[in-house]
């Protein structure tokens, strides 16, 4: 950081009062050791050098204050001490944030701290273009600090405006580059005048980044903002290439419809400093492309060439003109080398219809890996989409399949059986040592109950057993993205309490979770030990549990036969890097639908039969989607019952409001549909008024 900078000898229009004799304020950075005496001496949060390099080339103008004691005879700043700073991080144009606003104890109340804003403000009203309608200029205040503030020109933004990087928001897509966790898309909730307004929710129009290669706690992480090319978009499936190192987003919903465009895949391709930059992506199938429908509450997943968007329901906020909403059936597939889209509907599909599920890319069994497919319910395609009446898939009876030759399998788990039915949930992955995998799960939401889930599970896999963790010190929370962060953290950034109207109790939207020690924390560890399966995971896998697995078929069993996770002999082995794959399933489809006089039951039924035709398909009806429900136990492989606390319930009025359509009619165009599915008879409806 520079020091060489001469003081300053004429004040900036609007540096006053004069500073007390031994201060001068100079232009600039304090050095690394100064800054981080300055931060922690203050009482502001202490930081590592490493996160205090970047400081200066991270910010547009800084300051700092040197005291020389008045017997010095020597203008060297060997004599002299820094006892104040502060700094200006901002684009330059028309928002800048002051942060860093720190004075030593011993030299307050000397008019110091507002020496450094008026500089700094100053510096603003200078340098900051003049056309528009002026610079917008925030910070954070504690107690102390608010009256000179105010005295400043400062008001409090609430309760018209919150103080939150990330208040109650979800439904973003989260994924993990090098150095950087980027998200993209999704929702936030902020107070006018005290109450939430009408359009309770807003779009986040830009793309976010956090630096992972330092360490860092969810109260003072800062977001680097990096500009997007188009209106922003919710429940967007999310596809990383890690050898190219860039990932993709494609559908989901445009928020209440607004600003809508045709269907497009966008890339985004980093510098390696947390910024990067968009592009649209033309497919290599055009027409095949165009005929795909855009759909939100799709799981999805990805190898490294090849990404799943699986099931989802079309809406009128994710197709312009749309009449209905539809429940779309199959698996849309991209192979990210040759930009060639396959519709799966009918020729390679695992599903028929999934909406609300989650999905995760495991590379640790098989010759290809296995995507599993966690939660969610299978709608009817006939009608408004019913989620109360649909069926479920449990945490008991679990799906995967292979993702090259499109095979599904089931396996039958055990241990701390989740509680279903459920969907919006956060999930994501961790590769041990030993050769196994633990997928982490938590939250979520019971349509049918009109319930929001606070629990959180992992699952071991070879083993296939449940155990349950502690409860989100945050509380009950659905829409969240989650990634796995450094050696072995979960981070959740985002999600709801399922109504939108409370101040999200997270700091930034953001928790973290150790799943070496199966603790919630506050902060993140760069440095943290490789991830070790925690003593209770070990024991299943050490005293026999592992070999009294009761497989579904000789060809499940395959798959995981070679990876029995024995004892390491290197107990310190750094585990593999993983592929962490965000996954986050959307919310209900309400509002207005087409119509359909087909009966159900004749769809179930046929559902029903082809399950029969899967790989290891489940015996009988208890399991496959059935309702279930089980006690965490205290030994993994025990079952028991789950009792939904009647505080996490959500009045109807609050789950998912009603949809709006702007000029409604026409016939969209739809996935094929598998013979065996009863053709759809619209009837089309009269239009509403257009959006405003």
């Known amino acids: 950081m520079a020091t060489t900078t001469p003081p300053i000898s004429a004040p900036f229009p609007s540096l006053e009062p004069i500073l007390p004799k031994g201060y001068t304020l100079h232009p600039g950075y304090p050095p690394i050791p100064d800054y981080l005496h300055l931060r922690a001496a203050s009482g502001l949060t202490p930081k590592t050098p490493a996160q205090a390099a970047p400081v200066a080339k991270g910010s547009w103008h800084g300051c700092y204050i040197r005291f020389t004691p008045p017997e010095s005879t020597s203008d ?103 150095n950087y966790v980027y998200i993209d898309g999704g929702e936030l909730s902020q107070l006018t005048d005290g109450k939430i307004a009408k359009r309770q929710t807003n779009q986040v129009n830009s793309t976010l980044s956090i630096d992972i290669s330092k360490s860092w706690s969810t109260s003072d992480v800062e977001f680097q903002i990096i500009e997007r090319p188009w209106a922003s978009k919710a429940n967007q499936a999310i596809w990383t290439n890690h050898e190219e190192g860039v990932f993709y987003v494609w559908g989901g919903k445009w928020l209440f419809g607004y600003n809508m465009t045709k269907n497009a895949l966008w890339k985004f391709t980093p510098d390696g400093k947390g910024a990067g930059t968009w592009k649209s992506v033309p497919p290599s199938n055009v027409a095949g492309f165009d005929d795909l429908q855009q759909a939100e509450y799709i799981a999805f997943a990805n190898t490294n060439t090849t990404g799943f968007a699986i099931g989802g329901v079309s809406t009128g906020w994710t197709k312009f003109r749309r009449s209905r909403n539809q429940v779309i059936p199959g698996m849309v597939a991209f192979d990210m080398k040759t930009r060639v889209w396959s519709n799966g509907t009918t020729n390679f599909s695992p599903f028929d219809t999934l909406a609300g599920a989650s999905a995760h890319y495991v590379p640790s069994f098989g010759p290809n890996g296995i995507v599993m497919v966690l939660g969610g319910s299978a709608l009817s395609v006939v009608g408004d989409p019913d989620w109360g009446g649909a069926l479920p898939y449990d945490f008991r009876n679990l799906s ?100 939108w109207t409370k101040r999200d109790p997270a700091p930034q939207g953001l928790l973290l979770f150790d799943m070496t020690e199966m603790k919630w924390k506050d902060s993140f560890d760069a440095n943290a030990a490789a991830y070790e399966r925690p003593a209770k995971l070990k024991s299943f896998y050490s005293d026999g549990s592992f070999d009294a697995v009761q497989w579904s078929s000789d060809e499940v069993q395959q798959l995981f036969k070679s990876a029995n996770p024995a004892p390491s002999p290197d107990p310190t082995a750094a585990p593999e890097p993983s592929t962490p794959v965000g996954a986050i399933a959307g919310g209900v489809v309400g509002g207005v639908a087409g119509l359909a006089l087909i009966a159900t039951a004749a769809w179930f039924f046929m559902r029903r039969r082809k399950r029969q035709q899967d790989v290891g398909s489940t015996p009988n009806s208890d399991h496959g989607g059935g309702y279930y429900a089980a006690v965490p136990s205290s030994k993994p492989g025990e079952r028991g019952t789950t009792e939904l606390p009647e505080s996490n319930k959500l009045p109807p009025a609050e789950l998912y409001p009603e949809r709006q359509h702007a000029e409604l009619g026409g016939s969209p165009v739809q996935y094929g549909q598998p013979a065996q599915q009863p053709t759809m008879v619209p009837i089309e409806m009269d239009a509403t008024p257009a959006r405003q």
């Open 76 to 178: 060297s700043d060997a004599e002299s001490t820094i006892v104040g700073m502060g700094r200006i991080i901002g684009d330059g144009g028309w928002y800048f944030h002051i942060a860093d606003m720190a004075v030593l104890p011993d030299h307050q109340r000397k008019g110091l701290g507002e020496a450094v804003l008026k500089h700094l403000l100053g510096y603003i009203k200078e340098n900051a273009p003049k056309e528009g309608k002026g610079a917008y200029v925030t910070l954070f205040a504690d107690g102390p600090g608010r009256k000179l503030y105010a005295k400043n020109g400062f008001v409090e933004a609430a309760p018209k405006q919150m103080g939150m990087a990330m208040p109650m928001g979800g439904q973003t897509s989260a994924t993990v580059i090098g």
């Open 400 to 499: 995967f399949f292979d993702p090259e030759t499109k095979q599904k399998y089931w396996q039958i788990a055990t241990g701390d059986i989740p509680p279903s039915p459920r969907v919006h949930i956060c999930l994501t992955g961790f590769r041990s040592s030993d050769g196994g995998y633990e997928i982490f799960m938590s939250g979520g939401s019971n349509q049918r109950d009109q319930y929001v889930y606070e629990d959180a599970y992992v699952l071991s896999l070879p083993g296939f057993v449940w155990t349950k963790a502690p409860d989100s010190p945050a509380g009950k929370r659905r829409y969240a993205s989650c990634v796995a962060v450094g050696n072995r953290q979960m981070l959740s950034i985002g999600g709801t309490d399922g109504t």
